[in-house]
């Protein structure tokens, strides 16, 4: 923050707004499978959600929202959750990425409904981190 | 010169607007596009979308299935890309880290 005088409204409402975003962003990711959506789309939102904090609060107050190294841990996380998702269900015996062979115990057509579910809160994440990251890149630099 | 480049504008838009109305209808089942054989006769890939998304899948957003089943490596590209971008930004702009900022 460059300057002083803080304006109470705009950190007020910004503080207030971000939950609300975060929340339609989930809904987004999880209704993905049902309406238009899913993890680039939701994860995009829930960035936006966090820098709307770090513009309007200021880069010390959004760490206690969301800390300055979380965001390529989170982004690796991601990615590694997509990947986990396709290895286990090579590990059971399928191919690559071939949910119908996930350990869930639903009928295979369920199971990739599941699937489906779990890499895109994998792409989520990831969306979201490394925006996140790279915004924090950039304004440290 | 501005005289041209509205002309210009003018003349893409005109032909942007022509070739839409030559589009078929959308959820037109006699389209090409959803047809099952294409006119060579070898199967069209959105036929299947359209048949087997639900059956497949569970899923009802056709987008979905194809996105992150039967396309689904190649979102994990898109999503390693993505994570590359991240990585080249953090190793190009964060700075190194001093002595007297330790909370980096």
Redesign the interface.
């Known amino acids: 923050m460059t300057q002083k005088d803080d304006n109470p409204i705009v950190s007020l409402v910004s503080r207030v707004v971000s939950p609300f975003i975060m929340l339609f962003a989930l809904y987004v990711i999880f209704h ?5 959506g ?1 993890g680039f789309q939701g994860g995009t939102m829930l960035a936006a959600a966090v820098m709307l904090v770090r513009l309007a609060a200021g880069r010390e107050i959004s760490q206690l929202q969301f800390k ?2 979380w ?2 841990l989170v ?2 996380a ?2 590694f959750i ?2 986990f998702t ?1 290895f286990v269900a090579m590990l059971m015996g399928g191919n ?2 071939n ?1 119908g062979f996930l350990p869930l115990g639903a009928e295979p ?2 199971t ?2 599941w ?2 579910l779990f ?2 809160i ?2 989520g994440l ?2 979201m ?2 925006l996140v ?2 915004y924090d ?2 304004l ?2 | 010169m501005k005289i041209v480049n509205y002309l210009i504008l003018a003349v893409f838009a005109g032909l942007m607007i022509v070739a839409s109305a030559g589009m078929p209808n959308r959820g037109d089942a006699n389209a090409q596009m959803n047809l099952e054989k294409s006119p060579v006769g070898s199967p069209v890939a959105a036929y299947y979308y359209i048949q087997n998304s639900k059956t497949d899948a569970h899923t009802d957003n056709m987008v979905t299935v194809i996105l992150a089943d039967w396309r689904g490596y190649d979102t994990l590209g898109e999503e390693t890309v993505i994570l590359t971008a991240g990585l080249i930004c953090f190793l190009l702009l964060r700075k190194r880290r001093s002595s007297d900022d330790s909370k980096g």
């Not at chain 1, 993905?32 to 238009?36: A, D, E, L, R, T």
Request: glycine fraction near 28%.
């Open positions: 993905g499978h049902y309406s238009p899913g300055k190294s965001g390529t982004g690796s991601g990615v997509y990947f396709g690559f990425l949910y057509a369920a990739r409904g699937g489906i890499i895109e994998g792409v990831a969306v981190g490394i990251a790279i890149d950039l440290e630099g």
